[in-house]
Structure formats: structure tokens, C-alpha cells
């Protein structure tokens, strides 16, 4: 072997070491982000089951709500329907306005009729009241005057 074979020998041995050492690199690189990969895929697939028990529990939930809310709905509806009704029985039993202001209207007439006539009536009793007291003085006046005649 000459020097130039030896120097030859000795660069490709550098060269395959370098190259050995750069495939290590490339396998522990490798590894890594196998590694990472397969970290990434579990925590992926660690998320995608968290979500999907969210979901579930978010319909679930929802469910419940809606379940919730038509109770709720179907309470209301009987209790205004029951309201409905007890308004529609009371309207039943209502005077309706135009029939009570006739009533009142003719009430109050009545009340002028019986004022007017009161009125009337109490005039002709106090001029009964006046004639018969002029009736008595007259008859009061003749017995003092035939008993002073009498005497």
C-alpha cells in the first residue's frame, strides 16, 4: 500500500465513521419523532375521547334540558288552559257593559221619579197641615168665643 492508498484508506474509514455516526443521529431521530408521533397519537386519541364523552354528556344534557322544558311547557299550558277556562266561565257570568248602564240608566230614572213624587207628596202635607191648623184655630177661636158668650 502506498501513502496515497493509505491516505485514501484512512479518509474512507473517517467517512465511514462520520457516516456511521450520522446514521445513529438519523436512528436516534428517527426514534424521537416516532416518539413523538406516537405521543402526539395518543394525545389525539386522549382528546378525541375526551370530546366525544363531552358530546355525549352535551346531548345527554341536552336532552335532559328539552325533557325539563316540555315539563315545563306542558305544566304552563294546563295551568293557562285552566285559566283560559275559569276566564271564559267568569265571562259567561259578566254583565255585559251596554245591558249594565240600561240597568243603571233606568234605576237612576226611578230614583228621579220617586225624588219628584216625594217632593210633591211632602208639599200637599204640609198644606194639609197648614189648613188643618187653621181649621183648629177656627174651631178653637168659636169654642173660646161661645164659651165667653156662655158665661
Request: glycine share 4%; proline share 1%; net charge neutral.
Amino acid at each position: 500500500m502506498n501513502d496515497c492508498e493509505r491516505k485514501l484508506a484512512v479518509e474512507l474509514h473517517a467517512h465511514i465513521a462520520e457516516f456511521k455516526a450520522f446514521r445513529e443521529l438519523m436512528n436516534e431521530r428517527d426514534r424521537r419523532y416516532t416518539e413523538r408521533a406516537e405521543a402526539d397519537q395518543r394525545a389525539l386519541a386522549a382528546a378525541l375521547a375526551a370530546v366525544k364523552e363531552n358530546t355525549a354528556a352535551s346531548f345527554q344534557a341536552s336532552k335532559e334540558a328539552v325533557a325539563k322544558t316540555e315539563q315545563g311547557q306542558t305544566a304552563y299550558n294546563a295551568t293557562h288552559n285552566d285559566l283560559t277556562r275559569k276566564m271564559e266561565n267568569q265571562y259567561q257570568t259578566m254583565l255585559p257593559r251596554h245591558e249594565a248602564e240600561a240597568r243603571f240608566h233606568s234605576i237612576i230614572e226611578k230614583i228621579a221619579e220617586l225624588r219628584e213624587y216625594r217632593s210633591t207628596d211632602v208639599g200637599k202635607d204640609k198644606g194639609m197641615e197648614k189648613t188643618w191648623g187653621w181649621v183648629a184655630a177656627v174651631v178653637m177661636s168659636i169654642i173660646a168665643l161661645a164659651g165667653l158668650y156662655l158665661r
